[in-house]
């Protein structure tokens, strides 16, 4: 079984003065995704990047509150996270044993920072980590635009630390059929 995760889908980020690169794209792509998890009764994780208390994403804040635009149910685990890699310092690696998963589906942002860092860790840790190409985003940087950002990370994760499948090609149902 896979299990979806979603990371950093938090007001901060989302709505932040460095606009993600085609966030209602992404949105309407992980709204898709939850259904399809949902349907095949695949766990859905979704994790918060927090900071130390007294930072404006300290625990708590509305800034890390997950976006509204996401189509929550209260069947998914929230979990906080302070490092990039969502393994790190978290229970996602004991919670996708108990619910018997062998693989991840990663999705998300930063794609430079916590959807490379978590992809990378995913495999690492022995499960099979598969990153939807058009379910992640970034900002601009001083170098690069996003759309390159993604270009790059989908090629350079692709093969030695994930299958990197476009959404409409993913189905929690028939995992294998991309």
């Avoid at 209602?24 to 792509?29: E, F, G, K, S």
């Avoid at 996602?92 to 920072?113: N, R, S």
Wanted: charged share 20%.
């Amino acid at each position: 079984m896979y299990a979806l995760l979603i990371l950093d889908m938090q007001v901060g980020l989302v709505q932040g003065p460095d606009q993600p690169w085609q966030v209602p794209a992404l949105i309407n792509t992980l709204n898709r995704l939850m259904s399809d998890a949902r349907q095949s009764r695949a766990p859905i994780f979704l994790a918060r990047h927090t900071g130390p208390s007294g930072s404006p994403i300290e625990p708590g804040s509305p800034l890390t509150q997950i976006v509204k635009e996401l189509e929550l149910q209260g069947d998914e685990v929230i979990f906080n996270k302070s490092r990039p890699n969502a393994f790190c310092m978290t229970e996602l690696e004991q919670q996708l044993q108990v619910h018997e998963c062998t693989g991840i589906v990663v999705t998300g942002m930063k794609t430079q920072y916590c959807v490379d860092s978590t992809c990378r860790a995913a495999r690492d840790l022995g499960f099979d980590a598969v990153l939807i190409a058009d379910g992640h985003t970034c900002s601009d940087t001083p170098l690069l635009k996003a759309r390159q950002i993604v270009a790059h990370h989908n090629a350079t994760l692709d093969g030695p630390f994930c299958r990197v499948v476009q959404a409409q090609d993913w189905s929690f149902q028939d995992p294998c059929a991309d």
